[in-house]
């Protein structure tokens, strides 16, 4: 069974600009989370969808967004970017989601905003 | 404080010690613990789940879970080489969020 996959793996941006990510989960997973993982702060979590809706959500500006389309595949959105957006984006996916399922993470999306 | 506490090391062990890795948090409605390790340019994948207190064993590692002192770890015995990297400790609490620690780096001296 192949596993999450994210494209594109390595992006390069200025600031002020918009990027979408993309994350196709592992067959038959229907919830997909994106994490942000820099030195200084660590992994921390932006957002959670599941059949489409978004179930759960961190503390993130509204320049953060998402969304999941009815295969589970699903984008990032980030408009506007600041230097501090530089950082590794990791989405992960579940069967269901929930407190006590295994995800599985892609090899993520390094962005680096100039 | 930080609702998920890590100290991020490095920590240094000789290979075939035991590390031990602590991880504190705050949220004592928290249900759900793991223990994910990632390599230096790699994604975390999944070592070990615990969810009730005490211990759980699986091969070399054993998580221990003491929801009183909101406090879990992760043993790696007989700690080799290929051990080393980074280990995070993640906490589902309410609303089922998810926090991760800042990890711990680890480093077995062969």
């Known amino acids: 069974k192949a596993g999450v996959t994210q494209t594109p793996r390595y992006l390069i941006k200025t600031r002020g600009q918009q990027v979408t990510l993309s994350c196709s989960p592992i067959?038959?997973?229907?919830?997909v989370s994106w994490y942000q993982q820099t030195p200084g702060q660590g992994l921390q979590f932006l957002f959670e969808?599941?059949?489409?809706?978004?179930?759960n959500k961190g503390n993130f500006p509204g320049r953060f967004s998402g969304r999941q389309f009815s295969n589970s595949r699903s984008e990032m959105n980030v408009s506007t970017l600041e230097l501090g957006d530089s950082a590794l984006y990791l989405c992960?996916?579940?069967?269901?989601?929930?407190?006590?399922?295994?995800?599985?993470f892609g090899p993520g999306t390094r962005l680096l905003v100039l | 404080q930080k609702e998920v506490e890590q100290n991020s090391g490095p920590l240094s062990v000789p290979e075939g010690a035991i590390a031990s890795l602590n991880c504190t948090y705050s949220d004592r409605g928290s249900q759900s613990f793991f223990w994910y390790r990632q390599y230096s340019g790699k994604s975390p994948e999944l070592i070990m789940s615990i969810y009730s207190n005490g211990d759980k064993e699986d091969g070399r590692f054993t998580a221990q879970l003491n929801k009183a002192s909101q406090y879990v770890s992760l043993l790696i015995r007989d700690s080799q080489p290929s051990d080393s990297a980074t280990y995070l400790c993640?906490?589902?609490?309410?609303?089922?969020?998810?926090?991760f620690g800042i990890g711990t780096k680890l480093q077995v001296i062969p």
């Open positions: 067959s038959g997973h229907r919830s």
């Open positions: 969808y599941f059949s489409e809706t978004q179930r």
């Open positions: 993640a906490v589902i609490g309410g609303y089922q969020k998810v926090t």
């Open positions: 992960a996916s579940s069967l269901n989601g929930g407190g006590t399922e295994t995800q599985y």
